[in-house]
Antibody, heavy 125, light 109 residues
């Protein structure tokens, strides 16, 4: 069974840092691009960042560019999101999601497939 | 900055057909935007319905279909069921990343 399990969320002060992890299982992790998507309380979904299968290329929403860093460790089947200079508006549930097709057949933006259950980040001001 | 637009809310009768749309505040949606659609119920993670305009994700019933209608992407639900009552989000590829629409709250009554 394909599974994604996020961890690392919590309460952090404004200006602080946090690292989220997403442990993948049930598929060949190193063959797929991965994304982070967040959802602020009572709001809609917002794409945050993506990384290609090798980890060599990364992409960010303007709202987090320069503050967040996406990375992956294919030997550990784990995706990361390093968040720094956190703001109150970063408060959200953060989901990791797998690209719908392997990198050999398409790009991260073709669609998102399996989603984790999310981890909650609360930034206090 | 271009905004992805969706109807804030929609209602459909059980057994009826509804088409939700996904547009751009400036310009037209095309297959090059790789529109995809996601369903979300409160407190749950999103579920993928459609990707790359019209490809159904694994396990999604064929009463869900995607297309381009005019200058927008569209999600059509035929034979609506009570458990289709959810929030529906579209996503478009905008060249520098993905952009979600604001979502449509679908009521089945």
């Amino acid at each position: 069974e394909v599974q994604l399990l996020e961890s690392g969320g919590g309460l952090v002060q404004s200006g602080g840092s946090l690292r989220l992890s997403c442990a993948a299982s049930g598929f060949t992790f190193s063959s797929y691009a991965m994304s982070w998507v967040r959802q602020a309380p009572g709001k809609g979904l917002e794409w945050v960042s993506a990384v290609i299968d090798s980890g060599d290329d990364t992409y960010y929403a303007d709202s987090v560019k320069g503050r967040f860093t996406i990375s992956r460790d294919n030997s550990k089947n784990t995706l990361y999101l390093q968040m720094s200079s956190l703001r109150a508006e970063d408060t959200a549930v953060y989901y990791c999601a797998k690209a719908v097709v392997p990198a050999a057949r398409g790009y991260y933006y073709y669609g998102l497939d399996v989603w984790g259950q999310g981890t909650t980040v609360t930034v206090s001001s | 900055q271009t905004v992805v637009t969706q109807e804030p809310s929609f209602s459909v009768s059980p057994g009826g057909t509804v088409t939700l749309t996904c547009g751009l505040s400036s310009g037209s949606v095309s297959t090059s935007n790789y529109p995809s659609w996601y369903q979300q119920t409160p407190g749950q993670a999103p579920r993928t319905l459609i990707y790359s305009t019209n490809t159904r994700s694994s396990g999604v019933p064929d009463r869900f279909s995607g297309s381009i209608l005019g200058n927008k992407a569209a999600l059509t639900i035929t034979g609506a069921q009570a458990d289709d009552e959810s929030d529906y989000y579209c996503v478009l590829y905008m060249g520098s990343g993905l952009v979600f629409g604001g979502g449509t709250k679908l009521t089945v009554l």
